[in-house]
């Protein structure tokens, strides 16, 4: 009876350890947190690439708006009868094709940078109704998350009852034993005999032992010690 006392509060310790590594698992980041975290990063960079795209851009069209009023200034000049010099009026016509070239250019730069910002508006909407996916994902998962939380809390408080009733049935010598035993021996003091064998150490157990536990006396394995229970 004291060795089968024993094995219920060993069961009831083994049940609160595992209550409590599953506490500490329910601490870690859900994976749905991890996606927020991810597409919140992706959007934040999406979007500070756009804005620096669409500064370049305007940047751009800033050139491009000046080099026409250059084209025209030149164009005015070249057509306004003022400048008769052979040289003088090649070198603007020679001025106008080179501002030319570079408009084009420059329109071609321009169109480049409105396909890649437009790539970008698009990517950053669809980050972000992924983003806010997430988030509803997460809000259902964090909720299950307390739901099991709550749950797991009510169990250990119901074990540690149990395991408070189980204690008053031991006497204080016995338990100072079992937890010794705990601690030596990797948190099992009480091992159950199997087809002749010590569960804890899995030796051999001899006849002797195992009719001295089925009497229910306090009874340990000869090879490690634990106390035994058939």
């Known amino acids: 009876m004291i060795s089968l006392s024993l094995y219920h509060l060993q069961q009831i310790d083994s049940r609160l350890q595992e ?8 601490q870690e980041p859900l994976l749905e947190e991890l996606r927020v975290q991810e597409f919140s990063r992706s959007l934040e960079e999406s979007e500070k690439k756009w804005k620096e795209l669409e500064r370049l851009q305007k940047a751009a069209e800033l050139e491009l708006a000046s080099l026409e009023t250059e084209k025209k200034d030149a164009e005015k000049k070249l057509y306004s009868g003022k400048v008769t010099n052979s040289k003088e009026l ?26 890649v910002l437009q790539e970008y508006k698009n990517k950053i909407s669809l980050l972000k109704n992924e983003l806010e996916t997430s988030k509803t994902h997460l809000e259902a998962a964090q909720k299950n998350r307390e739901k099991e939380k709550i749950d797991l809390s009510n169990q250990m ?27 030596k021996k990797d948190g099992t003091a009480v091992a159950k005999v199997e087809n002749r064998v010590c569960g804890g150490c899995f030796i051999e157990i001899p006849e002797s032992l195992i009719q001295k536990a089925r009497s229910l006396q306090l009874t340990t394995c000869s090879s490690c010690g634990r106390i035994l229970i058939v």
Do not use: C, F, W
């Not at 016509?93 to 396909?115: P, S, Y």
């Open 19 to 26: 209550l409590e590594k599953e506490l500490v698992l329910l």
């Open 157 to 183: 408080t119901g074990l540690k009852q149990k395991r408070e009733d189980q204690l008053n049935q031991i006497s204080p010598e016995l338990i100072a034993l079992y937890l010794s035993l705990i601690e």
């Open 90 to 115: 090649l070198q603007l016509e020679k001025e106008i094709q080179q501002i030319h070239k570079k408009r084009e250019n420059m329109d071609e730069k321009i169109l480049d940078k409105m396909e």
